[in-house]
Every structure is written in structure tokens, then in C-alpha cells.
């Protein structure tokens, strides 16, 4: 049985391989606890999701949709709870565009 990933390819959204599988680990860090709501500030370049890629040893975009949905997106509230932090990783890794729910302004 073939199995077919619920996630959009590397390619399709503009981002290196290393960088996908990096922001799936960071979501799923999220998911786990193993990043807390402390260890997080949209604002802070060392903590927000660019930060934590790096961490991962991966250089993170500085242009294009993972930087402008993910990582630089000044509509997003200064600290958004993890489980939205999350959703917006899965949403972006699956559709392309990061679903911030209530917390990106309009």
C-alpha cells in the first residue's frame, strides 16, 4: 500500500528539504510540550519559529512563504498560544498557508 503524505512538498512550498523536515519537527516539538509557551516570542529571532529552526541546525528562509506566513508575519499577536503556533506549521507544511486563527489580524 502506497502511502501518501498529508503535506505539500519541499518544492511546492518554496523551502529546502532540510527546512521541511525541520518545521514538521518544530510543530511536532510544539505538539509534544517539548517547546513550552516560555520558550516561544514571535519577536524574538532566537525564539520564534525561525529560532527554533535554526536550532535544529537548519538555516531558515529570509524570503519567501515560510518567512512572510511563518516566521516574519507582524499580523500575528506577540506570544500565540503553542497549540495555534502549531496549527500554523501544519496548516502551512499541508496547504501552503499558515492558519493563525483568531490571532492574525485582519
Sequence with gaps: MKHTSPYLSP???GISTAEHT???RVATMFST???TENDFDITDWNRCISGHVNRLGVKASN?????FQLYCNPAVADRPPREVVEQAI???LSTGKADWGPL???
Design 22 to 24: 525541520a518545521l514538521h
Design 11 to 13: 518544492e511546492q512550498l
Design 33 to 35: 510540550g517539548e517547546i
Design 104 to 106: 492574525a489580524e485582519n
Design 63 to 67: 524570503s519567501g512563504p515560510a518567512y
Design 90 to 92: 501544519f496548516s502551512f
